[in-house]
């Protein structure tokens, strides 16, 4: 059984940081795209980030200079860390993979989920 467990969120301060964790298991993700995505009340979810099989990796306008995306394919295992984190970056923060390259920020395109971890920002 395929599953993403993300892990990591909590209430922070504003300018403070988190770092998320999603791992993986019931298969290798290794040749996956790996994306994270975030849904705030009463919005669309969003892409936020995501980092291809190769280490590519690319961002959202909005978290650009304060997240960083990553992976260790050993322990199947991707991180979102967030720097400098403000009010408006509270949300649910979903991980996701898929199997086809390109349309990262299409969550449609992206055959596994995990559960969500809640983050918080207090101004």
């Known amino acids: 059984q395929v599953q993403l467990v993300e892990s990591g969120g909590g209430l922070v301060q504003a300018g403070g940081s988190l770092r998320l964790s999603c791992a993986a298991s019931?298969?290798?993700?290794?040749?996956?795209?790996m994306g994270w995505f975030r849904q705030a009340p009463g919005k669309e979810r969003e892409s936020v980030a995501a980092?291809?099989?190769?280490?590519?990796?690319t961002y959202a306008d909005s978290v650009k200079g304060r997240f960083t995306i990553s992976r260790d394919n050993a322990k199947n295992t991707y991180y979102l860390q967030m720097n400098s984190l403000k009010p408006e970056d509270t949300a649910v923060y979903y991980c996701?993979?898929?199997?086809?390259?390109?349309?990262?920020?299409?969550?449609?395109?992206?055959?596994?989920w995990g559960q969500g971890t809640q983050v918080t920002v207090s101004s």
């Open positions: 980092i291809s099989w190769s280490g590519d990796s």
């Open positions: 996701a993979a898929k199997r086809a390259a390109g349309s990262w920020w299409n969550r449609y395109a992206y055959d596994y």
């Open positions: 019931g298969r290798t993700f290794s040749s996956y795209t």
